[in-house]
């Protein structure tokens, strides 16, 4: 069935990465750095978990009855799922606690794409213009905070990011991006033409919005 | 008939654990300090907290001195309104009554009640006296390091010196443990206070007066008397009334009278410099000063311990005389 393809598939090695025998250390990261960090990683597994299924909910109204957003579909859904399991791999790895809130993130996210999809593939489209809108400001947020609170000393007297902090910095970058692409592809699909389109655009930023408010915290 | 109390407890202690574990989640320690680092406030690189920090520190130091009705005229000044003086009468005079052991009541209460009428008198007296006007012009400060207390301990024994530096050991205080004069607004005054309160170990070691509560008080009777400095009044006419009957008595019957007339009597205790008295003979110091030396208090409660020690083993002893084992 469709939702055979949300099994976790993706079972990244942990690449051992060759370092230099005497490579600086970084100093320990403070309480606050940790909880800031362990907050990233579930705010944005659980983040893309939901656009995981959104896109399920898409593909499984759209896929059939027009053809021709198939392939565009299975696209965006396919890096998705990536990204899901990008971050499946950093929350077992970081032993992150997941979002309590996790089924109901499951439901509500498919029932959001296959409930826009069941108005129009424009109204679908308006929905993943929204999404993206709000996970991009929420990437780019996160990235700054990276960029500017993660200043840590070294044990060769520099300061700067450890590797781990560069490394979770490239992926969120690398992220951020593939959503931005997803918005253009959006409205070069006429996510404009959808009725009625502030009500929709808007609505959907609100609840993510508070999504991701939730899932920062329970 | 259990059951239903026991659905109704589990019915109170889900909910209140699980509104617990969600209150933790949103406002615990993690939650907070996540927040903070999303509002940028812990560790930014390009902000340079320490100056941040020093910065609001000025600020407030200069909000603070906003709100004082003058410039501090001297070092450690802290000028306050007429009702800020009020206020610090009040409360401190309530502390001294119930905990006169804690120095930082009495200290508060001297300052409080140390009215400029009463501070202008004292310079008056000060300036009417050769050796009053010398204090007044030196200004000298009382310490350890003045003193030289090693030097003290090899004066002859029949020095004032050494008398006081017996007082000090036998005592166990130092000095140096004088409390630095705030709320006087006058810096002349505020010496003058300093003074005050600094040569207070010295009328103990002359009069030999402990500084347990009798002893404190009597010596404050005496201040009051002889300088007139108002919380030493007050502490006089009200401190006794606190204490045991016995004590009161002692006091009533024996100090008080002897601290007043001793304090109406002999010479101005301000206009002594007593730095300079530390090798006189200390009973030609105490002639000339005109002072008369008391029972002494610790001997006379020694007595009374063993009076009732003995008056109380006799009674036992009759005691199990009298009742049949």
Not at chain 1, 6 to 13: D, M, R
Not at chain 1, 86 to 91: A, D, E, G, S
Request: proline share 5%; charged share 25%; hydrophobic share 40%.
């Amino acid at each position: 069935s469709v939702l055979s393809s949300l099994k976790i598939t993706e079972h990244t090695s942990a690449k051992h990465t060759e370092k230099p025998e005497h490579a600086p250390k970084c100093q320990n990261l403070s309480d606050a750095q940790a909880a800031f960090l362990d907050r990233v990683i579930r705010v944005d597994q659980a983040g893309e978990l939901g656009a995981d299924y959104i896109y399920a909910g898409q593909y499984f109204v759209l896929a059939h009855r027009y053809p021709h957003l198939k392939p565009v579909l299975k696209h965006i859904w396919d890096q998705e799922i990536h990204h899901h399991n990008t971050f499946n791999n950093l929350q077992l790895k970081r032993r992150v606690r997941p979002s309590l809130l996790t089924p109901l993130w499951k439901a509500g996210a498919f029932a959001m794409g296959a409930g826009t999809a069941l108005i129009s593939p424009e109204a679908a489209m308006a929905c993943t213009e929204a999404v993206e809108t709000v996970i991009g400001g929420h990437y780019n947020g996160q990235l700054r905070n990276l960029a500017n609170q993660f200043n840590l000393e070294r044990t060769d007297g520099t300061k700067g990011p450890s590797e781990e902090i560069k490394s979770l910095t490239s992926t969120i970058q690398q992220f951020r991006d593939d959503e931005l692409e997803h918005l253009d592809t959006a409205i070069k699909h006429d996510s404009y033409m959808a009725v009625p389109y502030t009500v929709i655009t808007e609505g959907i930023k609100t609840i993510c919005r508070v999504a991701i408010w939730s899932a920062e915290r329970i | 008939a259990t059951l239903p109390v026991k659905c109704q407890r589990r019915g109170l202690i889900l909910p209140a654990a699980a509104m617990y574990t969600l209150g933790s989640l949103i406002f615990g320690k993690e939650a907070r300090l996540a927040d903070a680092m999303e509002r940028g406030e812990l560790h930014n690189k390009n902000v340079d907290y320490a100056k941040e920090a020093e910065e609001r520190t000025e600020l407030r130091i200069r909000a603070l001195a906003n709100t004082r009705p003058m410039e501090p005229r001297y070092n450690g000044h802290v000028p306050l309104h007429r009702y800020e003086k009020l206020l610090l009468f009040a409360i401190s005079g309530w502390n001294s009554f119930f905990h006169p052991e804690d120095g930082y009541n009495i200290v508060q209460l001297g300052e409080a009640t140390a009215l400029p009428v009463f501070l202008e008198n004292l310079k008056q007296t000060m300036l009417s006296d050769s050796s009053g006007r010398r204090i007044l012009k030196e200004q000298p400060n009382i310490t350890t390091e003045i003193l030289h207390m090693d030097k003290l301990a090899k004066l002859p024994h029949n020095t004032f010196g050494y008398v006081y530096y017996q007082w000090l050991k036998r005592e166990n205080v130092s000095p140096d443990t004088r409390a630095p004069v705030k709320f006087i607004d006058d810096p002349m005054h505020a010496y003058i206070f300093k003074r005050y309160r600094q040569c207070h170990d010295f009328y103990h070691a002359i009069t030999n007066m402990p500084i347990i509560i009798e002893g404190e008080i009597t010596i404050k009777a005496l201040e009051g008397a002889n300088l007139g400095v108002p919380m030493a009044i007050l502490g006089g006419i009200l401190a006794p009334l606190r204490l045991k009957k016995v004590q009161r008595k002692r006091l009533y019957n024996i100090y008080l009278p002897w601290a007043v007339r001793t304090g109406l009597s002999c010479k101005p205790l301000i206009n002594v410099y007593w730095e300079e008295m530390l090798e006189k003979d200390v009973t030609a110091l105490r002639k000339e000063l005109k002072i008369t030396l008391p029972p002494d208090l610790r001997t006379m409660r020694k007595e009374r311990a063993a009076l009732r020690k003995e008056i109380d083993a006799k009674y036992n002893s009759q005691k199990r005389a009298t009742t049949p084992a």
